[in-house]
């Protein structure tokens, strides 16, 4: 079950994650509470663990932003909407090793790519994917799952989505934009148990 905690802004709680032994953390730059710049973004790095990998999250992204990051930063993953790789970041070559992670919002995809993450109309507003079609596109493709996610309803998404991986950002804050370690630690420990019962570890 791979994990990913979602608009980290600050280095205690990319670190946070890294203990709870999540896989992932996403840096957000578009407009959001959680947006950070190159710059900060890049200081975060510095501060992250070796082996928690980093996704630089876009949507309807600036072009030269976008290769920017790429060029600065080499995240392992650019994630955008899927009809973003159509327009925006058509032709777009990633660095060596980084992956494209097309976002999938609440309806079965055009063309299937080679994963994908799958969530509702509204990224980081605690807004619930639909799960029933999640769990067919799951089926077809490996699916991240995002949307309203928390410590509270995580293994029942992996129960009834069987994903391969979970994607949390606003379901682990204390307050809006801001993360707990605490959180943080209770969505990673059920998401793995919910992930072993199910046969999906």
């Avoid at 950070?36 to 980093?54: C, H, M, N, W």
């Avoid at 009809?83 to 063309?111: H, I, M, Y």
């Avoid at 998404?157 to 605490?182: L, Q």
Wanted: glycine share 8%.
């Amino acid at each position: 079950m791979w994990i990913k905690i979602c608009g980290i802004t600050d280095s205690d709680t990319a670190l946070a994650a890294a203990r709870a032994g999540a896989d992932a953390v996403g840096l957000v730059f578009s407009p959001s509470v959680r947006q950070v710049s190159i710059d900060r973004a890049a200081a975060l790095l510095e501060a992250i663990p070796d082996g928690l990998q980093t996704v630089a999250v876009f949507r309807e992204p600036d072009r030269h932003l976008a290769m920017e990051v790429l060029r600065r930063l080499t995240p392992d993953y650019l994630q955008s909407d899927e009809e973003d790789w159509g327009s925006n970041l058509r032709g777009l070559q990633p660095n060596a090793g980084c992956r494209f992670l097309p976002v999938v919002r609440n309806r079965f995809p055009t063309e299937l790519p080679p994963i994908c993450l799958f969530e509702g109309r509204q990224s980081g507003q605690g807004q619930l994917a639909d799960w029933p079609l999640a769990a067919r596109v799951a089926q077809q493709v490996p699916l991240v799952l995002a949307g309203g996610l928390t410590p509270a309803n995580v293994a029942e998404a992996i129960r009834e989505v069987r994903p391969y991986g979970v994607d949390v950002s606003s379901g682990v804050e204390e307050r809006r934009g801001e993360k707990s370690s605490r959180l943080i630690e209770e969505f990673v420990r059920i998401a793995r148990l919910a992930a072993a019962a199910a046969g999906l570890e």
